[in-house]
């Protein structure tokens, strides 16, 4: 029987306004799991209301108290730890055991570091002579938006809202209406653990309905949102006309440079990991590596081999490394882009698309694929596939191989492989990207700034970033020496 899914507004669960429904189903088997509102202006209206009503004393509440809220919540997502496990496998169709490395465990972290950052925030001041001294206040925004994609589920919902939470700002989270069940549940945590009413309120549906909706809002002061660089580029457009602030994590192309003097071994598994993680569908993962001409005969060798090691199967079996992806519409965009790749260049593995019984046209399954000699022009090579794809090219000469890389429209993360520190600073600085790693992947310290460049994203989040942009600065000048 498919689960009703309802918005949680000032504190509790209801329904929507309307009868507009849509059916949540599972990339595992095709079947029906869920049943999302489809909420309107009226549901916002509600939302928006309960928000403004809780703004005052949120703000009030101390930093300790918002933060015990966000630890209680965390205890009850560890409770429930093995719950949500599944339902986020089953629900966005990657592996069980990625969602109890990662997307659980760190949904529980951001809620604790967040928590944690709230207590420890505090103020800046600075004295002029004997005479003044000014003191630096970081008031909460009041309403926000939290806008979270289907990727990561629970792990940007928590991402997004527990920093502005932690930071005194009343809160309107919309996730993704593909894979909004773990954050449907997560709302029943909040009810258990006592948050006070209208401090954070769900609203679930589709972007271009309910998602329009609260970025034109003129109460809601600012939007947080991670998704497409075109869904980015229309909230920005759009938020601009209330003087909101934004922050935008868009789309990535990421370059994989891997030099002959890398620590081979660890640079292997780590790019089969970095390209293949959560089918792909991260938007950090390395699309386009980069292999010095000495090293590419072998590590192409190498890559293809250790890449069909991967198992492909049941994202509930323990044993699988690449489960579905997120769904047939989104399977179709991937094998659009395999077809370009099969007529452009050299498709090295991706044919068992054809031969392996777990993959077919009927289901969300893709084999991992690796594509060799193909055009840094080519629609592959430039567009964010988010999918189980990669091309692998050769380089010669760090210059051109930097225009290369800053060409791109994307500019979110890069991986350098390479003993050569000075050699690997040099690059990170010259780079055009938020993130470089230096022979390491997706090693998070939520101290750090996070965000990208150009196509890729606004602003930054994480540390104290997202603390400037949940509050507002004011400052105080005392004369103390008035005579």
């Given at each position: 029987?498919?689960?009703?899914?309802?918005?949680?507004?000032?504190?509790?669960?209801?329904?929507?306004?309307?009868?507009?429904?849509?059916?949540?189903?599972?990339?595992?088997?095709?079947?029906?799991?869920?049943?999302?509102?489809?909420?309107?202006?009226?549901?916002?209206?509600?939302?928006?209301?309960?928000?403004?009503?809780?703004?005052?004393?949120?703000?009030?509440?101390?930093?300790?108290?918002?933060?015990?809220?966000?630890?209680?919540?965390?205890?009850?997502?560890?409770?429930?730890?093995?719950?949500?496990?599944?339902?986020?496998?089953?629900?966005?169709?990657?592996?069980?055991?990625?969602?109890?490395?990662?997307?659980?465990?760190?949904?529980?972290?951001?809620?604790?570091?967040?928590?944690?950052?709230?207590?420890?925030?505090?103020?800046?001041?600075?004295?002029?002579?004997?005479?003044?001294?000014?003191?630096?206040l970081k008031n909460p925004l009041g309403i926000v938006a939290c806008i979270s994609p289907w990727n990561l589920p629970l792990y940007l919902?928590?991402?997004?809202?527990?920093?502005?939470?932690?930071?005194?700002?009343?809160?309107?989270?919309?996730?993704?209406?593909?894979?909004?069940?773990?954050?449907?549940?997560?709302?029943?945590l909040c009810i258990e653990a006592g948050l006070p009413k209208g401090v954070l309120n769900v609203l679930h549906g589709s972007g271009s309905?309910?998602?329009?909706?609260?970025?034109?809002?003129?109460?809601?002061?600012?939007?947080?949102?991670?998704?497409?660089?075109?869904?980015?580029?229309?909230?920005?457009?759009?938020?601009?006309?209330?003087?909101?602030?934004?922050?935008?994590?868009?789309?990535?192309?990421?370059?994989?440079?891997?030099?002959?003097?890398?620590?081979?071994?660890?640079?292997?598994?780590?790019?089969?990991?970095?390209?293949?993680?959560?089918?792909?569908?991260?938007?950090?993962?390395?699309?386009?590596?980069?292999?010095?001409?000495?090293?590419?005969?072998?590590?192409?060798?190498?890559?293809?081999?250790?890449?069909?090691?991967?198992?492909?199967?049941?994202?509930?079996?323990?044993?699988?490394?690449?489960?579905?992806?997120?769904?047939?519409?989104?399977?179709?965009?991937?094998?659009?882009?395999?077809?370009?790749?099969?007529?452009?260049?050299?498709?090295?593995?991706?044919?068992?698309?054809?031969?392996?019984?777990?993959?077919?046209?009927?289901?969300?399954?893709?084999?991992?694929?690796?594509?060799?000699?193909?055009?840094?022009?080519?629609?592959?090579?430039?567009?964010?596939?988010?999918?189980?794809?990669?091309?692998?090219?050769?380089?010669?000469?760090?210059?051109?191989?930097?225009?290369?890389?800053?060409?791109?429209?994307?500019?979110?993360?890069?991986?350098?492989?390479?003993?050569?520190?000075?050699?690997?600073?040099?690059?990170?600085?010259?780079?055009?990207?938020?993130?470089?790693?230096?022979?390491?992947?997706?090693?998070?310290?939520?101290?750090?700034?996070?965000?990208?460049?150009?196509?890729?994203?606004?602003?930054?989040?994480?540390?104290?970033?997202?603390?400037?942009?949940?509050?507002?600065?004011?400052?105080?000048?005392?004369?103390?020496?008035?005579?």
């Amino acid at each position: 029987m498919s689960h009703i899914i309802r918005n949680y507004i000032n504190g509790k669960l209801q329904d929507h306004c309307h009868k507009k429904t849509i059916d949540i189903i599972s990339p595992i088997d095709s079947k029906k799991i869920a049943i999302c509102p489809e909420s309107e202006e009226k549901d916002l209206q509600m939302a928006v209301e309960a928000a403004q009503n809780a703004c005052q004393d949120w703000k009030d509440t101390l930093a300790d108290k918002r933060a015990s809220y966000l630890n209680n919540i965390a205890d009850l997502l560890e409770r429930d730890f093995n719950f949500f496990c599944n339902l986020e496998s089953l629900d966005t169709g990657k592996p069980k055991s990625l969602c109890e490395k990662i997307d659980i465990p760190r949904s529980i972290q951001n809620l604790r570091f967040f928590a944690s950052l709230a207590v420890g925030d505090s103020s800046k001041s600075h004295q002029m002579g004997n005479k003044y001294i000014n003191y630096t206040l970081k008031n909460p925004l009041g309403i926000v938006a939290c806008i979270s994609p289907w990727n990561l589920p629970l792990y940007l919902f928590t991402w997004k809202i527990a920093p502005a939470l932690a930071m005194g700002n009343t809160v309107i989270a919309k996730p993704s209406e593909i894979t909004p069940c773990t954050s449907a549940y997560f709302s029943s945590l909040c009810i258990e653990a006592g948050l006070p009413k209208g401090v954070l309120n769900v609203l679930h549906g589709s972007g271009s309905s309910i998602g329009m909706s609260i970025v034109k809002s003129p109460k809601i002061k600012a939007i947080s949102f991670t998704g497409s660089t075109k869904t980015g580029k229309l909230i920005k457009k759009e938020a601009a006309k209330t003087l909101k602030k934004v922050s935008l994590e868009m789309g990535g192309k990421n370059p994989v440079i891997i030099f002959d003097d890398c620590n081979y071994k660890k640079m292997l598994e780590t790019t089969v990991r970095s390209s293949f993680t959560n089918q792909g569908q991260i938007c950090l993962s390395g699309s386009n590596i980069f292999v010095h001409h000495k090293l590419y005969s072998q590590f192409k060798k190498d890559f293809i081999k250790k890449t069909e090691k991967l198992i492909v199967g049941d994202p509930l079996d323990i044993s699988t490394d690449i489960g579905c992806v997120v769904s047939k519409e989104h399977k179709s965009k991937i094998m659009s882009y395999i077809e370009i790749a099969n007529k452009e260049g050299v498709l090295l593995l991706g044919r068992k698309n054809l031969e392996n019984k777990v993959v077919d046209e009927n289901n969300c399954f893709v084999w991992p694929t690796i594509i060799d000699d193909i055009s840094l022009e080519s629609e592959v090579c430039k567009n964010e596939i988010f999918g189980p794809v990669v091309a692998i090219h050769s380089f010669k000469n760090e210059n051109s191989l930097l225009d290369d890389i800053n060409n791109s429209k994307y500019g979110l993360a890069s991986v350098i492989w390479t003993s050569n520190i000075s050699r690997a600073h040099s690059l990170s600085e010259k780079i055009n990207c938020g993130i470089v790693w230096i022979n390491c992947w997706m090693v998070r310290d939520l101290r750090t700034p996070f965000g990208g460049n150009k196509d890729s994203g606004f602003g930054r989040e994480g540390g104290e970033e997202v603390v400037n942009f949940y509050t507002e600065s004011k400052n105080v000048c005392i004369d103390y020496n008035e005579e």
